[in-house]
């Protein structure tokens, strides 16, 4: 059974750091583009960081970069997502998701084959 289950979210000040959690089973990571994305309340859901393993390129969206650092643990099956000096502008239900190994998955969120349940993000004082 396929399943990706994130880890790692809650409340967190700003300027504060928070990592999030995604552990896949059911397929191996290293065949698939894996990433990131949120979606906050009125507003759609939207990419903020995509790893392609076909060519090894990083996206981020650009209201992250810089503060948002994607990284895989091939070993685990497990991607994370460091977020520091979060605003509270950050504030959404993060979801992890994967994808062909090919395209832009973070800005073609159609081509995502799998999708995790989410976890909240909440940045406030």
């Known amino acids: 059974q396929v399943q990706l289950v994130e880890s790692g979210g809650g409340l967190v000040q700003p300027g504060g750091s928070l990592r999030l959690s995604c552990a896949a089973s059911?397929?191996?990571?290293?065949?698939?583009?894996i990433g990131w994305f949120r979606q906050a309340p009125g507003k759609e859901r939207e990419g903020v960081s995509c790893?392609?393993?076909?060519?090894?390129?990083?996206y981020y969206a650009e209201s992250v970069k810089g503060r948002f650092t994607i990284s895989r643990d091939n070993a685990e099956n497990t991607v994370y997502l460091h977020m520091n000096s979060l605003k509270p502008e950050d504030t959404a239900v993060y979801y992890c998701?994967?994808?062909?190994?090919?395209?832009?998955?973070?800005?073609?969120?159609?081509?995502?084959?799998?999708w995790g349940l989410g976890t909240q993000v909440t940045v406030s004082s």
């Open positions: 998701a994967a994808g062909p190994p090919w395209g832009s998955m973070c800005v073609i969120p159609s081509l995502v084959h799998y």
């Open positions: 059911g397929f191996t990571l290293d065949y698939y583009a």
């Open positions: 790893f392609s393993s076909s060519d090894g390129t990083t």
